[in-house]
């Protein structure tokens, strides 16, 4: 809803978008077209960054690609020190926080995956003799 946006860009100075997507082209950039037609605002976007998706678990992945609470809250920070004149990174908190954490949670599963294999295979599991 154009108006709503519209409203709540004015009345706030500063917009946050969260998406389970690619956040270029997707709710963020329809956000970002109607703010600037109508109410120009600060604005944050969380969702996927130009990348594919990958497989595991939702929370993992929510976690991995920065779409949690301690993300959107970083980014809601970042809003509101823009929306008042301060300095802030080029590259967003938000997105280098949630890089470095997938990067953690993939060694994390490579460990395991590791532990569950045999050494025969590039695992760290003792080969058993087959009789």
């Known amino acids: 809803d154009e108006k709503i946006v519209a ?3 004015k009345e706030t100075g500063a917009i946050v978008t969260v998406e389970e997507a690619q956040a ?3 709710l963020a950039g329809i956000v970002a ?3 600037a037609l109508s109410s120009p605002a600060v604005m944050e976007r969380i969702g996927m960054q130009d990348r594919f998706g990958e497989s595991g678990e939702a929370r993992e992945l929510l976690e991995g ?3 949690t609470a301690p993300f959107i809250v970083m980014a809601v920070l970042r809003a509101m020190d823009r929306k008042h004149g ?3 990174s080029a590259i967003p908190e ?3 926080a949630a890089k470095e954490h997938l990067l953690e ?4 599963s490579m460990k395991e995956a590791l532990a569950k294999t045999s050494r025969k295979w590039g695992g760290i599991k003792p080969d058993r003799k087959i009789k």
Do not use: N, P, Q
């Open 7 to 9: 409203r709540a860009g």
């Open 24 to 26: 270029a082209g997707g």
């Open 33 to 35: 077209e109607t703010l």
């Open 65 to 67: 690609f920065g779409l």
């Open 86 to 88: 301060k300095l802030v």
């Open 94 to 96: 938000h997105i280098t």
């Open 105 to 108: 949670l993939k060694a994390h």
